[in-house]
């Protein structure tokens, strides 16, 4: 079976109508106003404050990690690195158990 081009195109711009009595411009009638959407605004301000804060702390931090890098002795360098380490698996295994617990 074809079907002929023009006559899809026909059928495709022409606007269907169902009769409703007017039942779909009342709903839309009686609906709400939309409300603004904040969430752009809260990301550009959280985001900007963001920026504000790395570029004000940042410097600063390099700088004395880097000083207490020189500073430090290697068997502190290792056990602050082990520390980090037990640290970051213990965080994630409560936020494994936190989501395990709310599927």
């Known amino acids: 079976m074809t079907i002929d081009p023009d006559r899809l195109d026909e059928l495709l711009e022409k606007e269907p109508y169902l ?3 007017g039942f779909s411009a009342r709903v839309m009638d009686a609906l ?3 409300r603004r959407d904040l969430r752009p605004l809260v990301l550009g ?3 900007a404050a963001a920026a504000v804060t790395a570029l004000l702390v940042l410097p600063g931090a390099v700088q004395a990690g880097l000083q207490a890098l020189t500073a430090a002795s290697l068997p502190a360098l290792a056990t602050g690195l082990l520390v980090g380490v037990a640290a970051g698996l ?3 295994s409560v936020v494994g158990m936190v989501v395990a617990l709310r599927a």
Do not use: I, L
């Open 19 to 21: 009769d409703d009595g």
């Open 45 to 47: 301000v959280s985001s």
């Open 32 to 34: 709400p106003p939309r």
């Open 90 to 92: 213990a965080a994630a």
